[in-house]
């Protein structure tokens, strides 16, 4: 569904093709092809594509650093025949150069995308570990201290910027010194479901958890791996990926290939389980991408009670307090409808996740000068 007005070629950019964050780009894809007549999607090739792009019905064009200049020539050749929105997501070297090239072109507007607390990730990730501390070493483009200077070249280049959640907008605008350029809240969207949604078990006794991202420490994979070891009936649902729970909970961990249709992956779960860490930045600051996935499929959430996650779907979910009291946690989630938390979080996938309403505010940023570019 597009908009009437909406004669403008986006181009969204990822700054990775190999990594989840791939996931984000295509999310963007989905709220600009919703309002826009034609949309680019490209990501900067540092490697074999993420497996999940698979579910998503976008062709992602890779580019390398040589490519920068001519894709800059492309996108001067778009604004002269028509509005062109440049949406570059987080902006780790070298994406960013694209931004500082067309900074000022009649007719392309500019905006940079911040989903995701991105220095903090780093900075746990390096110090988890020498290992970890030694491959992300300051060389490498993604070191903390060189990306907090990309993402803030990105945002002074760029005549707008959009957040996935209020809580990442406030600190990141005064981290980036931009707190004076427009801004909007673009959450994570995925397409309306084209199937009926499942008949529910109102309140199952034998539970089937999903926990279907990237299992990382700050996600809660020892909350999960305690669960499991709390009832050894209960079943957890996974993509395959390198990670996997200690032996004793080997039976019990059923993965998928990455290709599997999410569809069928939510259908068959009671609860999607979000044990996020509140006091970690990472946490505070993200908006999971499975929230939205389980919205989309009328899948109940049991989440901690986060900042983003409380201002998309806190009447929508069930909120967990903490993960550690796995007795409590498995008698919150057996006296729980399951069929009132499915109609709840659907009800939230409509009002903030659907194409037309994160298509709607990214048109807004891209319209906000009438000759195609931003006034300030």
């Known amino acids: 569904m597009q908009f009437a007005d909406s004669e403008v070629r986006a181009f969204v950019v990822g700054d990775s093709i190999r990594s989840n964050s791939l996931g984000r780009v295509l999310s963007m894809a989905i709220s600009a092809d919703a309002v826009f007549s034609e949309v680019v999607v490209l990501a900067y090739e540092d490697g074999k594509p993420w497996s999940g792009a698979a579910q998503f019905d976008f062709e992602v064009t890779p580019f390398s650093r040589s490519d920068i200049r001519g894709l800059a020539d492309r996108i001067r050749l778009s604004a002269r025949e028509t509005a062109t929105l440049l949406w570059i997501s987080k902006g780790a070297d070298p994406v960013g150069r694209l931004a500082q090239q067309?900074?000022?072109?009649?007719?392309?507007?500019?905006?940079?995308?911040?989903?995701?607390?991105?220095?903090?990730?780093?900075?746990?990730?390096?110090?988890?570990?020498?290992?970890?501390?030694?491959?992300?070493?300051?060389?490498?483009?993604?070191?903390?201290?060189?990306?907090?200077?990309?993402?803030?070249?990105?945002?002074?280049?760029?005549?707008?910027?959009?957040?996935?959640?209020?809580?990442?907008?406030?600190?990141?605008?005064?981290?980036?010194?931009?707190?004076?350029?427009?801004?909007?809240?673009?959450?994570?969207?995925?397409?309306?479901?084209?199937?009926?949604?499942?008949?529910?078990r109102s309140r199952p006794e034998r539970l089937i958890l999903g926990f279907l991202g990237t299992v990382r420490a700050h996600k809660g994979a020892d909350e999960i791996v305690e669960l499991m070891r709390h009832d050894r009936r209960t079943v957890v649902v996974s993509f395959e990926q390198g990670w996997a729970p200690p032996a004793d909970c080997a039976a019990q961990w059923r993965t998928y290939p990455p290709t599997t249709p999410l569809a069928e992956l939510y259908d068959q779960i009671d609860f999607l389980v979000l044990p996020m860490d509140g006091h970690d930045e990472a946490s505070i600051h993200q908006l999971p991408a499975k929230l939205v996935d389980a919205a989309v499929n009328g899948c109940p959430v049991a989440a901690t009670s986060t900042p983003p996650i409380v201002e998309f779907a806190g009447s929508s979910i069930l909120p967990i307090a903490t993960w550690a009291h796995t007795e409590d946690v498995y008698r919150v989630l057996r006296s729980s409808d399951t069929r009132v938390l499915s109609s709840a979080i659907t009800r939230s996938f409509a009002e903030f996740f659907s194409p037309e309403a994160t298509g709607r505010a990214i048109a807004r940023l891209a319209s906000i000068n009438a000759n195609g570019g931003v006034s300030r």
């Not at 900075?123 to 020498?130: A, D, I, L, V």
């Not at 992300?136 to 201290?145: A, E, I, Q, S």
């Not at 990442?168 to 397409?191: I, N």
């Open 102 to 200: 067309l900074r000022g072109t009649p007719g392309v507007t500019i905006v940079a995308d911040f989903d995701d607390n991105d220095i903090a990730i780093m900075k746990s990730f390096r110090s988890q570990s020498r290992v970890n501390a030694l491959k992300m070493h300051v060389l490498r483009r993604k070191h903390p201290t060189r990306l907090t200077r990309a993402q803030a070249r990105l945002a002074s280049a760029a005549d707008a910027l959009s957040f996935s959640n209020s809580a990442l907008a406030e600190t990141y605008r005064s981290r980036l010194g931009a707190t004076d350029k427009p801004w909007a809240l673009v959450p994570h969207s995925r397409p309306a479901r084209v199937t009926p949604l499942p008949t529910r």
